[in-house]
């Protein structure tokens, strides 16, 4: 099983939209996790990190379930410029690892 | 707003030739990665650094891979006899625990 799965997408919605992408980790010892935005052909870039207690910054929210070893990101109002690739990622410590496993992202395209 | 630079930004090497790929991590992040991308494919986890030595590496990163961070401030990773699988986008990374920040990467084609 891989340590971070998503749905690959695409997921196309219309402007205005909320859209909800979710993560599994298969590693229960992950103790940090984030989301990250990806453009095409660019660096991945730092979303958000993820807390048992939920964050939101502006019309972004993110949540973990760690019983059901789950995470989500939730996108309000979604905009034009919210089309790019989200990466879920599990972060140290990880069992003593000193990585961040990256999920194989799922595609947002918004649609005017 | 500090951030990771890479060099250079694109890189072309005949196969079989060293390339060393360059990053300047911001100042004050203590922890050191690189990742890979091939094209169309996920983000891989190549060799993070702490305290001035190697604190994990992936199965890619064999004896084909270095890396160095020579003068406290660059982070250097060098690919020696280069393959044409090592085609991807390479991204350096930086942090102090609470995420990584990535450069903007260094494609490199082998051909």
């Known amino acids: 099983r891989k340590e971070v799965e998503q749905d690959p997408g695409p997921f196309n919605v219309p402007e205005g939209a909320t859209v909800a992408f979710n993560c599994t980790y298969s590693n229960s010892a992950s103790q940090s996790f984030f989301w990250y935005r990806q453009d095409c052909r660019k660096e991945p870039k730092l979303l958000m990190s993820v807390y048992s207690s939920g964050n939101e910054d502006g019309r972004f929210t993110a949540q973990l379930n760690r019983a059901s070893q789950y995470i989500s990101l939730l996108i309000r109002d979604s905009k034009l410029s919210d089309s790019a690739t989200y990466l879920c990622?599990?972060?140290?410590?990880?069992?003593?690892?000193?990585?961040?496993?990256f999920g194989t992202g799922t595609r947002l395209k918004v649609l005017a | 707003e500090p951030e990771v630079t890479q060099t250079p930004s694109h890189q072309v090497t005949q196969m079989g030739q060293e390339v060393i790929l360059r990053c300047v991590p911001i100042s004050n992040h203590l922890y050191f990665y690189w990742y890979r991308q091939i094209l169309g494919q996920k983000v891989e986890f190549l060799v993070s650094?702490?305290?001035?030595?190697?604190?994990?590496k992936s199965e890619i990163f064999d004896d084909q891979f270095s890396v160095e961070r020579p003068d406290g401030s660059n982070f250097t990773l060098k690919i020696r006899s280069t393959k044409l699988e090592d085609s991807a986008m390479y991204f350096c990374?930086?942090?102090?625990?609470?995420?990584?920040?990535f450069g903007q990467g260094t494609r490199l084609t082998v051909v």
């Open positions: 650094f702490y305290n001035n030595e190697i604190s994990e």
């Open positions: 990374a930086s942090g102090q625990g609470i995420g990584a920040f």
């Open positions: 990622v599990g972060g140290p410590p990880t069992s003593g690892t000193y990585k961040y496993i």
